[in-house]
C-alpha cells in the first residue's frame, strides 16, 4: 500500500514532541497523502497553526465554533472525510477523553465522530504513562480497535528517563501504513488460518522460579498483526511478554513449552506456522512441588531434560500446515547454520538474524534477516521488526496467491 491518495487526518495534541509532528505531515505530503490537521489549544502552544498550514497545504482546523470553518467544513464531515485519523502526539489528556467519550473541543469531538479508523501515538512523561488511569484508558481505546504506534523508551524532555518519548517519524509511517492496509488494503490471506508462537518459555524450577530467557515476543506479535491485517485468522500462543495483545488475533497465553506445544496441536490445522518462540531448549527435570529451601546442604542441584521441538512437531505433523516458517538467532555463521536448521526442522523457510552481542536485536525493535528456503538465500535489509513482519506477510501472500 502507498500513501498516494490517501487521505489523512492529523490531530496535534499539546505536547512538547508536537514539532516531530511537522516532520510527520512534511514526509505524509512527500509520498502524496492529502493532509488535513486538527490542532488542540494545547498543541498551539508548541507549534503554531501557520507551520502545519504551509507543510499540510491546507486550512488548519482549531475552533469547535468557528463559524466560518463550521460553515467550510463541519466537524462531521472532517472527522469522515478521511482514510484514517492519527492523534500525534496523544496525550495523557486527549487518551483520557477518548476512552471517555468527551466531546468538548474540535478534537474530542472529530474523535467521537469519526467512523474512521484511528491511530494514537501516545507522548508523555513516564509516571503519567505508567500511571493505572493511563494504561487503563490505553486497554479501553485498544480494546475498541484504537491502533497505538510507540511510546518508545528514552530521554524524555521533562528530564526523566523511561517510556514516554513519541515514536520516531519512520515508525509512525509504518503504523500508518499498517493501519490503512488492515482498514483499506487487499486480503491475501483471507479465509487462511495462521498459527504464530512467540515470546520466551519459562520451565518450573519450583512454584516460584522459573528459568526463562530476554525474548521480548516483538517479532512474534508484529507477524501476528501483520498476518491479521492480510485477512488471516490468528491464533497467537505467546509466553508472558510485555507486549500488547496484537489487534484481531486470538491469543492464549502459556508458560511452558510443553504447554506451547499442546496449544499450538489444539489449534490445528492450520494453512500456515510461525514460530517465533524462544522456546527453552531444556526444562527441569527435577522440578520441585514445594518453593526450594536454603538448606544445609547448600545449592540445590537441577537436572534438565529436553523441551519438545515444537517447529519441527509442526512441520512432521500429521496435519502439517502447508508452510512452515522458523526462525534462527545464531551469533556466527548465521546462514549455514539456518540451511543446516531449515533441513533438520523440516520446515519450509527459515528466517536468520544475527543475535550477537551489541546488534540489540533481543528485545530490539529492530532486525537483520535473511530468508533461507529451498530456493535459495535471499538477505533482507535491516528494518524494524514490523517491517520485516510486512514483508514476510508479502512473502506468504506470495504462496497463498
Ligand atoms: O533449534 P533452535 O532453537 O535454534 O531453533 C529455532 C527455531 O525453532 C525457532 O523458530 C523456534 O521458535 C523453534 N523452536 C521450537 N521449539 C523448540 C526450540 C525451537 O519451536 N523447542
Known amino acids: 500500500m502507498t500513501l498516494a491518495g490517501r487521505r489523512l487526518l492529523i490531530i496535534v495534541g499539546g505536547g512538547i514532541a508536537a514539532y516531530k509532528v511537522l516532520e510527520l505531515v512534511r514526509r505524509l505530503r512527500d509520498q502524496g497523502a492529502a493532509v488535513r490537521t486538527v490542532l488542540t489549544a494545547a498543541g498551539a502552544q508548541f507549534v503554531t497553526p501557520l507551520s502545519l498550514q504551509a507543510l499540510s497545504e491546507n486550512k488548519v482546523y482549531t475552533d469547535l465554533f468557528s463559524l466560518t470553518d463550521e460553515s467550510e467544513m463541519g466537524h462531521i464531515r472532517l472527522s469522515r472525510e478521511a482514510d484514517l485519523v492519527v492523534v500525534a502526539p496523544a496525550t495523557a489528556d486527549l487518551m483520557a477523553r477518548m476512552a471517555t467519550g468527551q466531546a468538548n473541543d474540535l478534537a474530542s469531538t472529530v474523535l467521537l465522530a469519526t467512523d474512521k479508523p484511528v491511530l494514537i501515538a501516545p507522548s508523555m512523561n513516564v509516571m503519567m504513562w505508567q500511571h493505572p488511569a493511563t494504561q487503563a484508558n490505553l486497554a479501553t481505546l485498544r480494546q475498541r480497535g484504537v491502533a497505538v504506534v510507540g511510546p518508545a523508551a528514552g ?23 499498517s493501519t490503512l492496509t488492515a482498514h483499506h488494503g487487499p486480503k491475501p490471506l483471507a479465509g487462511r488460518h495462521a498459527l504464530v508462537t512467540s515470546g520466551p518459555t519459562w520451565e518450573a524450577i519450583d512454584p ?8 521480548s515476543g516483538k517479532q512474534g506479535h508484529a507477524i501476528a498483526a501483520a498476518l491479521a491485517a492480510a485477512g488471516a485468522r490468528v491464533t497467537l500462543v505467546t509466553g508472558p511478554v510485555a507486549e500488547p495483545d496484537p489487534p484481531g488475533c486470538t491469543v492464549l497465553r502459556i508458560e511452558s513449552a510443553r504447554d506451547m506445544l499442546a496449544a499450538c496441536e489444539a489449534a490445528l490445522p492450520a494453512d500456515i506456522a510461525i514460530c517465533a518462540a524462544a522456546v527453552a531448549d531444556w526444562r527441569v527435570a527435577n522440578a520441585s512441588d514445594q518453593k526450594l529451601k536454603k538448606g544445609s546442604d547448600g545449592a ?15 512441520a512432521r505433523h500429521a496435519q502439517r500446515p502447508r508452510l512452515v516458517v522458523g526462525f534462527a538467532a545464531e551469533t556466527e555463521r548465521v546462514v549455514e547454520h539456518a540451511i543446516e536448521k531449515r533441513q533438520r526442522k523440516g ?21 537483520t534477516v535473511h530468508l533461507v528456503t529451498a530456493d535459495g538465500v535471499e538477505p533482507w535489509p535491516s528494518a524494524l521488526k514490523v517491517e520485516v513482519a510486512r514483508r514476510l506477510v508479502d512473502a506468504i501472500a506470495g504462496v497463498f496467491r
Do not use: K, Q, Y
Request: overall charge negative.
Open 155 to 177: 530521554d524524555l524532555a521533562c528530564g526523566e528517563v523511561g517510556s514516554g518519548r513519541l515514536a520516531e517519524v519512520p515508525e509512525i509511517l509504518t503504523a500508518i501504513v
Open 300 to 314: 540445590p542441584v537441577l537436572s534438565f531434560v529436553a523441551n519438545p521441538d515444537i517447529l519441527a512437531t509442526l
Open 208 to 215: 516460584v522460579r522459573v528459568i526463562a530467557n530476554r525474548s
Open 347 to 367: 520446515c519450509d523457510w527459515i528466517l536468520a538474524n544475527d543475535v550477537s552481542p551489541g546488534t540489540g536485536v533481543f528485545g530490539g525493535d529492530r532486525t
